[in-house]
T-cell receptor, first 113, second 114 residues
């Protein structure tokens, strides 16, 4: 069975500070990993995805994530937080030939002015 | 392109009532999915479809039925609603093929069962 764990259901950072959202996964086969963002009262939007090419993945809105197999992690970072980054972020996992996504429980990011 | 649309946006039901949620996509995607989102639990897959006329159970299928009579539509039915089905429901779609197709999500339907 595969699973995704997001450490910290709520994260608060000051505007301009580093954003770090943590995601660890468990999978018996090579994973594909995703970060989605959900703004209030909206659906989910893809931020970035890892597909076994480059381990450092760049996404939209200045976000990036690094796949670390040895740590089974796929943490999301952004160097400088902006007020518009306030949202809920979900890490998700799938495998080759299995398009179903397994989601983590989400991390709500609050930006402090 | 409208992408993925969901109807209705909000609904309040009484216990035991039935309803159908409609999902439509205009991207010619083969795969469609229904999820429910509950606080602290992320998104959980209810049912999914890999093509017109085919459906399969996801992680939490009990109390729900689905149909995919047309490629662009995926219906989620609740035959006898229960308070435990109060949730936000999301539909998603993706293309088929190799690699990692991105799932595109609708705006959600907020359902309250009293």
């Amino acid at each position: 069975a595969q699973s995704v764990t997001q450490l910290g259901s709520h994260v608060s950072v000051s505007e301009g500070a580093l954003v770090l959202l943590r995601c660890n996964y468990s999978s018996s086969v090579p994973p594909y990993l995703f970060w989605y963002v959900q703004y209030p009262n909206q659906g989910l939007q893809l931020l970035l995805k890892y597909t076994s090419a480059a381990t450092l993945v760049k996404g939209i809105n200045g976000f990036e994530a690094e796949f670390k197999k040895s740590e089974t992690s796929f943490h999301l970072t952004k160097p400088s937080a902006h007020m518009s980054d306030a949202a809920e972020y979900f890490c998700a996992l799938s495998n080759f030939g299995n398009e179903k996504l397994t989601f983590g429980t989400g991390t709500r990011l609050t930006i402090i002015p | 392109n409208a992408g993925v649309t969901q109807t209705p946006k909000f609904r309040v039901l009484k216990t035991g009532q039935s309803m159908t949620l409609l999902c439509a996509q205009d991207m010619n995607h083969e795969y469609m999915y229904w999820y429910r989102q509950d606080p602290g639990m992320g998104l959980r897959l209810i049912h999914y479809s890999v093509g017109e006329g085919t459906t399969a159970k996801g992680e939490v299928p009990d109390g729900y039925n689905v149909s995919r009579l047309k490629k662009q539509n995926f219906l989620l039915g609740l035959e006898s609603a229960a308070p435990s089905q109060t949730s936000v429901y999301f539909c998603a779609s993706s293309r088929t093929g190799t690699g990692t197709p991105t799932q595109y999500f609708g705006p959600g339907t907020r359902l309250t069962v009293l």
